[in-house]
């Protein structure tokens, strides 16, 4: 995985700049806030790689994705806590995939203007200097911002863990929670590639339009409006019962889709937005069926399948070329407003695709 280091004040003779980024305050509890997070100036900012760093990259950053799995970074665990990654360090930028532009290069495989996406931080400008996990952009002809999603880690996680893990036939049901989110989204349209009946959930009538009209969900619905009958709702959209449920959300919903499935049903475990801002978890009461229904359930982390990143980019940039994947954005503007935006994906304010345009 690529790694953000800090930039270095200049010297004598170096080409200087401000940088803005974007630094944690103080931990988290609970529902995160904007105040949580401030947007602060370095001045002096080499954009030069430091003399001695082989294989290092400076990356102007053009957009910053939102993705809920910074969430659990924000809060501070205790030692030996099972974290997926390390904590957000206070007073330094926010670590998450960005699109951006080599500014200056020691790296034999990258280049000063070459475009790229992958971790780096929060920021204007940033120093990498593990870049395993640094992907050069090679269909610049797209928007460069579908690589914060479609074309970047969401639709790499959709696409691993569609036919990955929960390896759809044709003629089968998938369901997808949070079905207008980056992941949710693409998943949706590859499974409806794949011959498969597919019925998404989101939180809003605007949202379940959306899939329908223009992602191509034979039917969805609006979770929020069916209060406790979550059963009841998937039920009537799905009476022969799901084949493949891709989970977002965790939580209640999980455990209706359980309920569900079809013997021989397959869970795809990506995320569980719902439980991010609990300080307890909600327990699953009905993983009891998983057995008579012989059904697998299963976790799984998108850098496992960084080796399919050349052949997904290739496919998904056909697929996106030919209308067969509609890509939809929610783009705020602004380095100054990356923490308001952060925040509101957790109240599911945005519709698509959440990023912040730096340039």
Not at 43 to 61: F, Q, T, W, Y
Not at 232 to 242: E, Q, V, Y
């Amino acid at each position: 995985m690529a790694s953000p280091t800090k930039l270095d004040m200049a010297g004598h003779g170096d080409e200087v700049t401000r940088n803005k980024k974007v630094v944690l305050r103080r931990y988290v509890t609970g529902y995160p806030t904007a105040e949580d997070m401030e947007v602060v100036v370095t001045s002096d900012v080499r954009l030069r790689v430091p003399e001695g760093s082989a294989a290092a990259v400076v990356v102007k950053n053009l957009y910053l994705s939102c993705d809920p799995w910074m969430r659990g970074r924000m809060t501070k665990h205790d030692d030996g806590d099972a974290v997926p990654a390390e904590d957000f360090v206070l007073g330094e930028a926010l670590v998450n995939f960005t699109v951006g532009e080599v500014v200056d290069s020691t790296h034999p495989e990258f280049d000063a203007g070459d475009l790229v996406w992958g971790m780096s931080a929060w920021e204007e400008y940033t120093l990498i200097t593990q870049t395993e996990g640094l992907f050069k952009i090679n269909h610049p002809e797209l928007p460069l911002s579908h690589y914060t999603g479609v074309l970047g880690l969401a639709g790499l996680t959709a696409y691993a863990g569609l036919f990955e893990v929960g390896k759809p036939k044709q003629g089968e049901t998938v369901f997808v929670s949070a079905a207008s989110g980056a992941v949710g989204q693409v998943v949706g349209q590859l499974a409806k590639i794949a011959g498969c009946y597919v019925v998404g959930s989101a939180g809003s009538d605007e949202k379940v339009s959306l899939l329908k009209s223009k992602m191509g969900f034979d039917d969805a619905f609006n979770y929020k409006s069916e209060g406790d009958n979550l059963g009841a709702a998937l039920g009537r959209r799905l009476p022969d019962g799901i084949d493949v449920y891709f989970d977002n959300v965790g939580g209640a919903t999980l455990d209706a889709a359980l309920l569900r499935m079809r013997p021989g049903g397959r869970v795809v475990a990506c995320g569980m937005i719902s439980q991010y801002n609990l300080s307890e978890h909600q327990g699953v009461r009905n993983l009891w069926c998983i057995i008579p229904k012989r059904v697998r359930v299963e976790g799984f982390s998108c850098m496992d399948y960084h080796h399919l990143y050349p052949r997904f980019e290739e496919e998904m940039a056909a697929y996106i070329n030919a209308g067969k994947v509609t890509v939809v954005e929610d783009v705020v503007r602004g380095i100054e407003k990356a923490p308001e935006a952060l925040v509101g994906l957790f109240s599911g304010r945005n519709v698509g695709k959440l990023l912040v345009a730096l340039a």
